[in-house]
């Protein structure tokens, strides 16, 4: 994996099942917005067992949470 801009715009987004919150079919929203490296941290704050309903887009595209999660090794790795 290469080493990601920290402040590159980014999304979390979740899946959201059918019929839940009123939707007819199975949907994503939108939960927050904000730079990659906050939005990463966000998504390590998802119970462990939900975060396969949630990640993360961007223009340098989308990363699970597993991706999420070793980028912000390498962010705090010292170089």
């Known amino acids: 994996m290469r080493?990601?801009?920290?402040?590159?715009?980014?999304?979390?987004?979740?899946?959201?099942s059918e019929g839940e919150?009123?939707?007819l079919r199975p949907e994503?929203?939108?939960v927050a917005r904000?730079?990659?490296v906050i939005m990463a941290h966000g998504l390590m704050a998802v119970d462990a067992s939900a975060r396969g309903d949630?990640?993360?887009t961007?223009?340098?595209g989308d990363?699970?949470?597993e991706e999420a999660e070793e980028a912000l090794r390498r962010w705090s790795?010292?170089?």
Do not use: N, Q, T, Y
């Not at 715009?9 to 959201?16: C, D, G, L, M, N």
């Open 3 to 16: 080493l990601l801009p920290m402040d590159v715009p980014a999304e979390i987004h979740r899946r959201v």
């Open 63 to 65: 990363l699970s949470f």
């Open 21 to 23: 919150g009123g939707r």
């Open 28 to 30: 994503e929203i939108i």
């Open 58 to 60: 961007s223009e340098m």
């Open 54 to 56: 949630f990640w993360i």
């Open 34 to 36: 904000g730079p990659l």
């Open 77 to 79: 790795a010292k170089h």
